[in-house]
C-alpha cells in the first residue's frame, strides 16, 4: 500500500495533464496563420485571392479570433486551398509530440536508404559513357563538317 499511493497520485497528475491538454481549444486564427505562413504568403495576398470586401486589416483580426464561423472557414480554405478540417482540427502541440515521439535517432530517418536496388557508382559510370558517346558524335560531325568546307 505504502508504494502504491505515491504512484496513483502521480498517475491522476499525468492523467488530469493529458485531459487538460485534450480540452485545450483549438485556435482557428492561429492555425489560418500558421497555414497562409506555410505557403509563403503574406496578409495582404491572401485578402487579395479572396473577396473584395477583405483587407490586410481584416485578416489580421481573423487570425486573432479563438473561433471562427464555418461560412468563413470554408472561404478562407477555398482561398488556401487546403482542406477546411485542417484549420479545424491542426494542434501544434500535438503535432510537435508526434514528430519528437516518432524520431528517435538517425537510424529511423534513413530506413528508406538502407537498402539500394541499384549501386550509385554504377549510374555515374553510365551516365559519363553517353556524355563521352555524345561528345564523340559531336567531335564527329565538326571533323566531317570541317573536311567537307576544304
Same mark, same amino acid.
Given at each position: 500500500?505504502?508504494?502504491?499511493? /505515491? =504512484?496513483?497520485?502521480? =498517475?491522476?497528475?499525468?492523467? #488530469?495533464?493529458?485531459?487538460?491538454?485534450?480540452?485545450? #481549444?483549438?485556435?482557428?486564427?492561429?492555425?489560418?496563420?500558421? =497555414?497562409?505562413?506555410?505557403?509563403?504568403?503574406?496578409?495582404?495576398?491572401?485578402?487579395?485571392?479572396? &473577396? &473584395?470586401?477583405?483587407?490586410?486589416?481584416?485578416?489580421?483580426?481573423?487570425? +486573432? #479570433?479563438?473561433?471562427?464561423?464555418? +461560412?468563413?472557414? &470554408?472561404?478562407?480554405?477555398?482561398?488556401?486551398?487546403? /482542406?477546411?478540417?485542417?484549420?479545424?482540427?491542426?494542434?501544434?502541440?500535438?503535432?510537435?509530440?508526434?514528430?519528437?515521439?516518432?524520431?528517435? &535517432?538517425?537510424?529511423?530517418?534513413?530506413?528508406?536508404?538502407?537498402?539500394?536496388? =541499384?549501386? /550509385?557508382?554504377?549510374?555515374?559510370?553510365?551516365?559519363?559513357?553517353?556524355?563521352?558517346?555524345?561528345?564523340?558524335?559531336?567531335?564527329?560531325?565538326?571533323?566531317?563538317?570541317?573536311?567537307?568546307?576544304?
Amino acid at each position: 500500500m505504502f508504494i502504491l499511493v /505515491p =504512484f496513483l497520485h502521480f =498517475f491522476s497528475l499525468v492523467k #488530469k495533464h493529458y485531459i487538460a491538454i485534450i480540452e485545450k #481549444k483549438i485556435h482557428h486564427g492561429k492555425n489560418i496563420g500558421r =497555414f497562409r505562413q506555410m505557403l509563403g504568403m503574406k496578409q495582404d495576398l491572401l485578402a487579395s485571392i479572396m &473577396d &473584395d470586401d477583405w483587407t490586410q486589416m481584416k485578416i489580421s483580426r481573423l487570425e +486573432g #479570433k479563438e473561433e471562427i464561423e464555418d +461560412g468563413i472557414l &470554408d472561404e478562407v480554405a477555398r482561398a488556401l486551398k487546403i /482542406p477546411v478540417d485542417a484549420i479545424k482540427n491542426f494542434y501544434e502541440e500535438a503535432a510537435i509530440n508526434i514528430v519528437a515521439n516518432t524520431f528517435n &535517432d538517425e537510424a529511423v530517418a534513413y530506413v528508406e536508404n538502407y537498402k539500394c536496388s =541499384f549501386n /550509385p557508382v554504377d549510374k555515374v559510370i553510365e551516365l559519363f559513357e553517353r556524355l563521352l558517346a555524345s561528345e564523340k558524335e559531336k567531335t564527329d560531325l565538326m571533323k566531317e563538317i570541317l573536311h567537307k568546307m576544304k
